[in-house]
């Protein structure tokens, strides 16, 4: 093949890539950055769609993270690229912190301690009764959902009013450099 790489990296290089990228964090950041600014769309759908998604990575609902950020966008016509993106900063590094958060608040919301007696894995339990199974584990996934809507809510407009902004001055500052090429005889998409 033309552009096969010559000694293909081994596990742990390619874990490494996964936990570290190669251009470092800044570099990844600021592609992901202009990849975002770049969607099309109103600054509106953009900064919709990717509040949706780190709003919802406040919520306890691991698995729904995704297609709860794309309802959430879907109301509040966002663009939906954006909102899948949004939903990494709910990571295994952020998860901890953003979990102490929204269980801290819901506690303070029901009167309680989030921090109650998790119940022990068994799965001969969960295959003869299920529902009472999982029942045991509300007393600790309540404190996080009760938490995790105003904490949400309040991310959401934080995230939608900076992102908008951020995003409105890149394409006033993109359509600048575009007509200062064109009055200079440049291609928009020229670069040198």
């Not at 251009?23 to 109103?42: D, E």
């Not at 909102?83 to 990494?88: D, H, K, N, S």
């Amino acid at each position: 093949m033309l552009f096969r790489r010559r000694h293909k990296p081994g596990f742990l290089s390619n874990l490494r890539s996964w936990v570290w990228p190669r251009s470092g964090w800044k570099r990844a950041g600021l592609y992901v950055w202009h990849r975002l600014a770049r969607l099309p769309g109103t600054p509106h759908s953009i900064a919709a769609g990717f509040a949706s998604g780190v709003a919802i990575s406040f919520t306890p609902f691991l698995g729904l993270h995704i297609l709860m950020a794309c309802a959430i966008a879907y109301i509040a016509r966002g663009n939906y690229l954006a909102a899948v993106i949004g939903t990494v900063v709910g990571n295994p590094w952020t998860f901890p912190l953003f979990f102490a958060l929204t269980g801290a608040v819901g506690s303070a919301f029901i009167g309680g301690d989030a921090v109650s007696e998790i119940p022990v894995w068994d799965w001969d339990a969960i295959f003869m009764s299920p529902v009472d199974y999982f029942s045991k584990f509300l007393p600790v996934v309540f404190p996080l959902i009760v938490g995790g809507i105003p904490v949400a809510t309040i991310v959401w407009f934080l995230v939608y009013l900076v992102f908008k902004k951020l995003v409105t001055r890149y394409r006033a500052g993109r359509r600048q450099n575009d007509s200062v090429s064109i009055r200079l005889g440049e291609s928009p998409n020229d670069s040198n």
